[in-house]
């Protein structure tokens, strides 16, 4: 078959046209990107005490208690100060979002796990007793998460966080 004229211009147009959006299509459907960071739990920090992530990333935080204390891990803005000692966040990640991530752990009691902390400061947090050789959480990062957040350990009635133990959990588009 042979293009004339118009007929020419035209096939040379909507070409690029559909092939861009075959292309756009199959970005579309690829599978969602998993990350997974290792953090180092010791007295008194988070190593790495950044993490950056983006929207759609499933993401799995393995935590590795290497230090001689028990320590915990929690994601939250806003510190909440109770009789003058860090005791958590206003805003905690997983509970503000009505979010259950899904937890791993070797020697992790999941009733350690839940919300609340011996009666000190609630929300969701992971904690990690000595000698516990490691334990993870997995979920899917959402657009209601996007901003900086804080990851802090208030072990020891906040003595941990004020310590050092803190980070910056970073989720962007």
């Known amino acids: 078959m042979k293009f004339t004229g118009k007929v020419y211009w035209i096939a040379i147009l909507i070409v690029p046209l559909l092939t861009g959006c075959a292309s756009q299509n199959s970005a579309l459907e690829q599978p969602v990107e998993t990350v997974r960071y290792t953090i180092e739990m010791s007295e008194f920090v988070f190593s790495p005490n950044t993490i950056e992530v983006k929207v759609g990333q499933e993401v799995t935080l393995e935590l590795v208690n290497t230090g001689a204390l028990e320590h915990e891990l929690m994601i939250g803005r806003q510190v909440k100060v109770t009789d003058r000692r860090p005791d958590g966040y206003h805003s905690e990640m997983f509970t503000t979002l009505d979010m259950e991530p899904?937890?791993?752990?070797?020697?992790?009691?999941?009733?350690e796990m839940g919300h609340g902390h011996g009666g000190e400061h609630t929300g969701f947090m992971l904690t990690l007793p000595v000698g516990t050789e490691k334990a993870s959480l997995t979920f899917r990062v959402t657009e209601e998460m996007l901003g900086e957040w804080e990851i802090g350990c208030f072990s020891q009635l906040g003595v941990h966080y004020d310590a050092?133990?803190?980070?910056k959990f970073i989720v962007t588009r």
Do not use: A, L
């Open 102 to 111: 899904m937890v791993m752990g070797g020697s992790v009691d999941p009733q």
């Open 164 to 167: 050092g133990m803190k980070g």
